[in-house]
């Protein structure tokens, strides 16, 4: 148990519609980061949040938002889902700042877009 | 494009051999590197990280870098069929975001 967690644990959309994902990080860390991983992928970088501002963002649109909290809690949006959404959505917490920062991942959600 | 490559497998190793699991990556300024496992249906779990060249050892597990090569390895003695998974390469370079492979899938056979 990493002491991130994630809801819901699943999800079904239909195509247009939106969806917000939520995530607690670990007690202690102040930086999440929100992945995709596709079936049989590695999971692809959307954005993290440091301290409650973006600073850093993968190759996904617009549509693809987030919000990190004062307690560092953090929220994933989506809109206008399209099929290609369906994955797995990941979120990860760390201490941020200098050094080898590692990330523990929450158990996820999975999303279907139908 | 930063890229980093695994062998998708599966990679089948016989119960108490070792399993060598290679990684190559593409970016020469990476400085951190992990290893995830990831059960089927699972999210990632962190078995270790390493950052200097040469070994880095925690029980069962090994992790060997090689920076002039662009090579990560993770080496499992004493396979078990609970080692049955799909190991995630990933690098980083300082604070910069994560790239992970598209992973190993490892089958231990009892």
């Known amino acids: 148990e990493t002491g991130v967690t994630q809801s819901p644990t699943h999800l079904i959309k239909t195509r247009g519609q939106q969806v917000t994902l939520r995530c607690s990080s670990q007690s202690g860390h102040n930086t999440v980061s929100w992945y995709q991983q596709?079936?049989?992928?590695?999971?692809?970088f959307i954005f993290q949040y440091y301290r409650e501002e973006e600073n850093g963002r993968g190759n996904f649109p617009p549509r693809f938002s987030g919000l990190q909290f004062p307690n560092y809690s953090s929220e994933l949006n989506v809109n206008a889902l399209e099929l290609d959404d369906s994955a797995l959505y990941l979120c990860a917490s760390s201490q941020g700042g200098?050094?080898?920062?590692?990330?523990?991942?929450g158990p996820g959600t999975r999303l279907t877009v139908l | 494009q930063k890229e980093v490559e695994q062998n998708s497998g599966p990679l089948s190793v016989p119960e108490g051999a070792i399993a060598s699991l290679n990684?190559?990556?593409?970016?020469?300024?990476?400085?951190?590197?992990?290893?995830?496992?990831?059960?089927?249906g699972k999210s990632p779990e962190l078995i270790m990280f390493i950052y200097s060249n040469g070994d880095k050892e925690d029980g069962r597990f090994t992790a060997q870098l090689n920076k002039a090569s662009q090579y990560v390895s993770l080496l499992?003695?004493?396979?078990?069929?609970?080692?049955?998974?799909?190991?995630?390469?990933?690098?980083?370079?300082?604070?910069?975001?994560?790239?992970?492979?598209?992973?190993?899938?490892?089958?231990?056979?009892?």
């Open chain 2, 76 to 110: 499992i003695r004493d396979s078990q069929p609970s080692d049955s998974a799909t190991y995630l390469c990933a690098v980083r370079r300082g604070n910069t975001p994560l790239v992970f492979g598209k992973g190993t899938r490892l089958s231990v056979i009892a």
């Open chain 1, 38 to 44: 596709a079936l049989g992928q590695g999971p692809q």
């Open chain 1, 98 to 105: 200098a050094g080898v920062d590692t990330q523990y991942f």
């Open chain 2, 23 to 40: 990684c190559t990556y593409s970016d020469r300024g990476s400085q951190s590197f992990f290893w995830y496992r990831q059960y089927s």
